[in-house]
């Protein structure tokens, strides 16, 4: 008999840990994923947010457990990934930005962006996959990408190229991987209205943007649940390599 339909998103004994949960999509993710039923591990540079995350979480029912985690730093990964126990579903959220024209980026900032969006990504995928390999059973690498990683715009240079980079990684994982039982997607967002960036996008810069989406809205976090959810569960048993993206149509937009 076919499982219900609600049964394939359950993640109900099941375990996924989240980088940059300590704000933004992060937090949004991990509460999505406690609420159907995993046990999170959240993790970020900062430990008091998301001690304050574990806390809303639980008053919701949930379970999870927080982990200062700084993912450029390998030995610091490791640690938290061997402290968690065994995964089953990761979400490689971490990132950040840099906004300044390209002849203005220096060394420093093209390095603090591909150390965290790119690498930072593969070395908290890479060891994940290591141990759901040891632990003899498969799971869900999901990288959480950016429309431009397809499309670019001004004064982001590095960052674009570290989310194409991921793009791409993505599917050498998954490749790679699948084999092991080892599920490698991306979820790729377009421009969502969060804390950190809801002054831009209801200013007039971010109107003049809002015009030139399709479906004329920014998404709301919520929004990307349903992407999320299928990834991380069975209902995407057969999704690898694949990027699912969330824009109101963004990427459909002509030039």
């Not at 609420?35 to 001690?51: D, F, K, M, S, Y």
């Not at 999870?64 to 993912?71: G, H, K, S």
């Not at 990408?145 to 715009?153: E, G, K, M, P, Y």
Request: aromatic content about 4%; some cysteine; glycine content about 10%.
């Amino acid at each position: 008999m076919q499982p219900s339909i609600a049964r394939l998103f359950d993640l109900e004994g099941r375990r996924a840990l989240v980088t940059g949960a300590s704000s933004g999509l992060g937090r949004h993710f991990a509460m999505t994923l406690a609420a159907a039923g995993a046990e999170v591990i959240v993790t970020a540079r900062r430990l008091e947010p998301l001690q304050t995350l574990v806390a809303a979480i639980e008053a919701a029912g949930g379970r999870a457990r927080a982990f200062a985690l700084d993912v450029t730093c390998r030995d610091d990964v490791c640690r938290v990934l061997d402290a968690a126990g065994s995964l089953d579903v990761l979400v490689n959220n971490a990132g950040v930005s840099d906004s300044q024209p390209l002849l203005d980026c220096d060394d420093q900032a093209w390095d603090r962006v591909l150390d965290t969006n790119l690498k930072g990504a593969w070395t908290v995928a890479q060891e994940s996959a290591r141990r759901l390999i040891a632990a003899g059973h498969g799971g869900s690498l999901i990288n959480v990408t950016s429309i431009l990683a397809s499309r670019v715009a001004g004064a982001i240079a590095p960052y674009v190229a570290a989310k194409a980079g991921l793009a791409h990684l993505t599917r050498a994982m998954a490749l790679e991987l699948a084999r092991h039982g080892i599920r490698v997607n991306a979820l790729a967002p377009g421009y969502v209205m969060t804390d950190l960036n809801e002054d831009f996008l209801t200013g007039e810069a971010g109107e003049k943007l809002r015009l030139r989406i399709p479906g004329r809205r920014f998404s709301q976090p919520q929004d990307l649940d349903g992407a999320l959810l299928l990834l991380a569960s069975d209902a995407g048993r057969a999704m690898s390599g694949a990027e699912i993206v969330v824009d109101a149509g963004h990427l459909c937009s002509s030039l």
